[in-house]
Structures are given as C-alpha cells and as structure tokens.
C-alpha cells in the first residue's frame, strides 16, 4: 500500500511540473524563432533532395533484390537438377555405384603375376 501511495504521488508532481511547462510555452514569441537565420542543414533538410535520393535508392534496392531472388532461384534450380541426376546415377540411395569390374581385374592381373613366380 505504501508503494501505491508513493508512485500516486510521483506521477501527481510529474504531471504538474508538466502541466506548468506546457502552460509556459505559448510565452515564447513566434517572431523570434522566425528571425532565425536558416542553416545549410535546414535548407537541405526542407528541400526536395532527401526526397529525391529516397526514392532513387528505393528503386535502386528493388530491382537489385529482384535480380538477387532470380539469381538465387537460378542456383537453386541448377544444385536441384545437379542432385537429380546424381541420385539417377546412384543405386537409388543417393550413393554412388560401385564398379567392381575394376577391382576385380587387378585381383586378376595380382594372381597371374603371383602364379607365374610360383611356377618359375
């Protein structure tokens, strides 16, 4: 409870010193914030070239992310087909096939070579 009392308190004097300061501010005078010189940054900021160069770069990042998004569909396309014929020339388990035509004639060529040692 106490808390509650504490933090009622608190925004009771916020929203007064709030409300004191919102009541001071008509006081300032319009004629003097007008005699202000405008700066380089003020006159670039009010002119037409932020909105300009907005807008290139929005057409810019456009088309660069369409380009992006073909190129990534062509790669994608391509690693799809690449995996396709490696799975078509596999047994079916996306492995390999193993050719023991080559395994079996070196075995062959090592027993005649180890039989004509035997017989000399």
């Given at each position: 409870m106490f808390q509650f009392i504490v933090t009622t308190i608190l925004m009771?004097?916020?929203g007064?010193?709030?409300y004191v300061v919102a009541r001071s501010l008509p006081r300032i005078k319009e004629e003097e914030a007008e005699l202000r010189k405008q700066t380089f940054l003020d006159r670039f900021v009010m002119s037409e070239i932020p909105h300009k160069v907005d807008t290139a770069v929005n057409t810019f990042s456009g088309k660069l992310c369409r380009k992006l998004k073909v190129s990534l569909l062509k790669f994608d396309n391509f690693l799809?087909?690449?995996l396709k014929k490696l799975?078509?020339?596999g047994n079916g388990n996306g492995k390999p096939k193993i050719d023991f035509s080559e395994l079996s004639s070196d075995k062959e060529e090592k027993n005649t070579v180890a039989?004509?040692?035997?017989k000399e």
């Open positions: 009771i004097s916020l007064t010193i709030l799809s087909k690449r799975n078509a020339e039989d004509n040692e035997k």
